[in-house]
């Protein structure tokens, strides 16, 4: 098995935001390729997965469609990226009834290897199908809204969600969950733009030549993260839906 070094301070580790969405899938994010890019380039942040939303609530067209264009939207993204400097690498946040699941390790071409949409799996099937693909899955902000975790025999980790919109991001429950089934632990900003952008994310080794060696690097012991502590007031002042309301009052 590789051997990952990772040296802070020397230049040879990277801040990835491990969740991120552009509109062109996700319906809810407000931020082009450029936009997302532009946001990352000036918080210093040096890489990102795209997350973008597998959700019937995001479908539009046919199935195969979507699917083509979801692939279309990350090589996209990707190349826009490589213009900012920054490294993209693909990823998924898969809605499973009320829950989100972000996998990592999976590439475009794992779009096309099931028979029915991934939404339609079980947590225990959608588990399978990640670990089928040496990808890993991890549950996206598992206490968002009140909720309650999904079942841990079938995660590998769980997320620290930086969201400014969610108001707290949960990280001493996310934290106790993680150490009491020993998962890891991932971080990202979950950004879409309707709020101001979480500086947070995951310290990765640099040089990572894609998707399965990022899966390898989480499989291999808990990463070094930058979590962000949301700060309500600024929260308030830039939710682009209390801008509204207040316009409309
Ligand atoms: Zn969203
Ligand atoms: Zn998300």
Not at 174 to 202: I, N
Not at 220 to 239: C, F, K, M, Y
């Amino acid at each position: 098995m590789k051997v990952f070094k990772t040296e802070r301070g020397k230049g040879k580790i990277k801040l990835f935001d491990m969740h991120v969405h552009t509109k062109g899938i996700s319906l809810c994010s407000r931020l082009s390729a450029g936009d997302l890019c532009r946001a990352l380039k000036e918080d210093q942040t040096d890489g990102f997965v795209l997350t973008n939303h597998y959700s019937p609530a995001h479908l539009r067209g046919s199935l195969g469609q979507w699917l083509k264009n979801y692939q279309e939207e990350y090589e996209r993204t990707a190349e826009e990226a490589e213009r900012w400097g920054l490294r993209a690498l693909f990823g998924m946040e898969v809605t499973l009834g009320t829950r989100d699941f972000l996998l990592y390790g999976v590439t475009p071409e794992c779009l096309y290897g099931s028979e029915r949409p991934l939404w339609e799996y079980t947590l225990e099937e959608l588990w399978e199908f990640a670990h089928e693909r040496e990808a890993l899955l991890v549950h996206a902000h598992p206490y968002r809204g009140g909720g309650v975790p999904a079942d841990f025999r079938y995660l590998d980790g769980v997320e620290i969600n930086c969201h400014p919109l969610y108001l707290q991001n949960a990280k001493e429950e996310v934290t106790a969950y993680a150490k009491e089934h020993r998962l890891f632990v991932t971080c990202g900003s979950d950004y879409h733009g309707d709020v101001y952008k979480a500086h947070c994310g995951v310290w990765l080794p640099d040089g990572l030549s894609g998707e399965k060696e990022l899966a390898m690097f989480l499989k291999s012991g808990q990463p070094e993260l930058l979590v962000h502590d949301i700060d309500p007031r600024r929260a308030e002042q830039t939710n682009i839906y209390n801008r509204n309301r207040r316009k409309d009052s």
